[in-house]
């Protein structure tokens, strides 16, 4: 019962909006992209998750008037950054984090905007990429490990801020264009032309560009660091050929497509491709 709801929601909630374009396309775009930018579930810690967040020193910075939790777990070596993904959270990350921490690196993570302990109640992978930044400035990582969208949003703020201390860089399931992003959401809600052209508009205007300028492929080409890309093969979120397109780009990077293992890349041989990249 559950399932066939998740199904049916999206397009009750994209004809709604249809309905509403015929009056007002403008404020019908906006509720669509305030819907676009709004974690649902996922991002909130349990008491299991929260036992392993403990064991961290945590911290509190600051973007734009907007708390940044992070997570750090001490060690002597080089630091490194995990970014966790849409309606996710640093938990995702318990079995690398600890492997990694038990090899003495120091581990640090952190919790997107509107997810988990951080502030703000909307997402985007550009605000995500702010987050990283101020992250970064305080942590100085020389790695950063990010999955999903928190992959996107690590190129963006590595293509912007082309920090020199960063030397390796692993994306998991990362999207590459923001186009597609933007179009399955459209078709998962069934959008019409009004709403689809309005959410263009409306990139623009917040963010000075097109959709088409965010592209972690393009954005790749402008990034001097050692690149690991890991893609499942039956990936139903992100599709593989976007893992293909960034590697054809990101001119010292390996590309290592997995089967079975879906979106979340779970499984200890990915891990250990993470781990070895890391150590090399």
């Known amino acids: 019962m559950k399932k ?12 709604g909006l249809n309905a509403v374009s015929y009056i007002s396309p403008k404020y019908a775009s906006a509720k669509a992209l305030n819907i676009f930018a709004t974690p649902r579930q996922g991002s909130k810690f349990n008491d299991k998750q929260e036992a392993f967040l403990n064991t961290a020193n945590q911290h509190t910075l600051s973007y734009d008037n907007l708390d940044i939790q992070t997570y750090n777990w001490k060690g002597s070596k080089d630091t490194i950054l995990f970014v966790h993904g849409w309606e996710s959270n640093t938990f995702r990350w318990k079995k690398l984090i600890t492997s990694l921490h038990q090899l003495d690196y120091n581990i640090v993570a952190l919790d997107g905007p509107a997810h988990g ?52 860089m692993v994306l998991l399931g990362a999207p ?6 933007f179009k399955n959401y459209v078709n998962m ?19 000075n560009y097109e959709p088409s300028h965010f592209s972690v492929a393009k954005f790749s080409k402008e990034i001097n660091v050692q690149g690991l890309i890991i893609h499942d093969r039956g990936d139903k979120i992100i599709n593989h050929d976007e893992a293909e397109l960034i590697s054809s780009n990101f001119k010292n990077s390996k590309l290592i497509t997995t089967q079975g293992f879906g979106h979340g890349l779970r499984d200890d041989s990915v891990n250990k491709a993470v781990i070895n990249f890391i150590k090399a």
């Open 4 to 15: 066939t709801i998740a199904k049916v929601l999206p397009k009750i909630i994209g004809n």
């Open 117 to 168: 302990k951080s502030g703000g109640t909307q997402f985007t992978a550009i605000m995500y990429s702010e987050f990283i930044n101020v992250v970064a400035r305080h942590y100085n990582p020389s790695a950063i490990i990010g999955h999903s969208v928190g992959g996107m949003s690590t190129v963006f703020y590595q293509h912007k801020y082309q920090n020199p201390d960063l030397t390796k």
């Open 176 to 181: 590459s264009e923001f186009t597609e992003v």
């Open 189 to 207: 809600l069934g959008l019409n032309k009004r709403i689809k052209n309005g959410l263009n508009k409306l990139v623009i205007e917040r963010f």
